[in-house]
């Protein structure tokens, strides 16, 4: 628990969502979540919401791929990452719809 000193209501600590590749901190709606479950398995999470440890990346193809190039996702996770996750992670940004902002 946080106690905050000038006596405001705590309030639940909310991580910076950074993203592994390009290290930009978004807002956690723009940044694909990867969970490492508690049983050792790594997935994308869809919801936001899967316990576990959790790494994010830009729904970007070029931040993937620097993630890839730097191990970010090991790095991050402290888990080999099975090639397939990376092939799983490009075919779900290219069923997001395009970024308009
Ligand atoms: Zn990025």
């Known amino acids: 628990m946080v106690r905050l000193e000038n006596g405001a209501r705590p309030i639940r600590r909310t991580r910076p969502r950074t993203c ?7 807002p956690k709606k723009g940044l694909i979540r990867v969970v490492r479950k508690p049983d050792g398995s790594v997935s994308i999470d869809p ?19 620097e ?12 888990v080999e ?5 990376y092939d799983e ?5 290219a069923t997001l719809p395009e970024r308009t902002d």
């Open 20 to 26: 592994i590749g390009c290290g930009t901190e978004s």
């Open 47 to 65: 919801t936001g919401k899967a316990p576990g440890r959790g790494a994010y990346l830009c729904a970007s193809m070029e931040c993937l791929r």
């Open 67 to 78: 993630a890839k190039k730097r191990k970010a996702l090991f790095r991050c996770l402290k």
């Open 81 to 85: 990452i099975p090639a397939s996750l």
């Open 89 to 93: 992670i490009e075919a779900y940004i």
